[in-house]
């Protein structure tokens, strides 16, 4: 069984502030992991996975297998980052994703 | 493209009444999924579809159905609903590369 666990449900910050939402899972196998982010009046879209080690719009995430995690991180957060936040884990051969219970991000000005 | 559509937006049922839920895509993918979204649970995966006339149950199928008679169409149907079916619903498609593409959502309400 796969599992996804964000521990926060909201997380406030102000505007330039370091900003780190949690996700952590437990996969018996190689996941593939994912951030889904769903901003206010829209649809939920990827925002990054692991694999591509890639920045988007600031935010990056490392895969720790040792601890389990996917934290995502932004040195100054930006009110524009306002939005509901989803970890995902997706089984190596599989087409389905396991979402974490989503933490939602406030920036506060 | 119009990518994935969902409708309706927005629904108010009655305990017991019937609805059915349409999602279409127009980006040929194989993959189709149901979700309902609840406060502090995510999203969870309630069917999907591994392509035309194929079903499977996710995490949470109990009381509802789906069909997927076309490959860009997959309708999802509430036989008699319950207030514990009050959610936001979405519908996702993705071929075999990694990306889920997410529908608008509905909001249904069951009093």
């Known amino acids: 069984a796969q599992r996804v666990t964000q521990p926060e449900k909201l997380l406030s910050v102000f505007k330039g502030a370091p900003v780190e939402l949690k996700c952590n899972y437990s996969?018996?196998?190689?996941?593939?992991l994912f951030w889904y982010v769903q901003y206010s009046r829209q649809r939920l879209q990827l925002l990054l996975r692991?694999?591509s080690r890639e920045s988007i719009k600031g935010f990056t995430a490392d895969l720790n297998k040792g601890e389990t995690s996917f934290h995502l991180k932004k040195p100054f957060a930006q009110e524009e980052d306002s939005a509901m936040y989803y970890c995902?884990?997706?089984?190596?051969?599989?087409?389905?994703?396991?979402f974490g219970g989503g933490t939602r991000l406030m920036v506060k000005p | 493209n119009a990518g994935v559509t969902q409708t309706p937006k927005f629904r108010v049922l009655k305990t017991g009444q019937s609805m059915t839920l349409l999602c279409a895509q127009d980006?040929?993918?194989?993959?189709m999924y149901w979700y309902r979204q609840d406060p502090g649970m995510g999203l969870r995966l309630i069917h999907y579809?591994?392509?035309?006339?194929?079903?499977a149950k996710g995490e949470v199928p109990d009381g509802y159905n789906v069909s997927r008679l076309k490959k860009q169409n997959f309708l999802l149907g509430l036989e008699s609903a319950a207030p514990s079916q009050t959610s936001v619903y979405f519908c996702?498609?993705?071929?075999?590369?990694?990306?889920?593409?997410f529908g608008p959502g509905t909001r249904l309400t069951v009093t």
């Open positions: 996702a498609s993705t071929d075999r590369e990694y990306e889920q593409y």
């Open positions: 996969y018996s196998g190689s996941p593939e």
């Open positions: 692991h694999i």
């Open positions: 995902a884990l997706r089984e190596n051969a599989g087409n389905m994703l396991t």
């Open positions: 980006m040929n993918h194989e993959y």
């Open positions: 579809s591994v392509g035309e006339g194929t079903t």
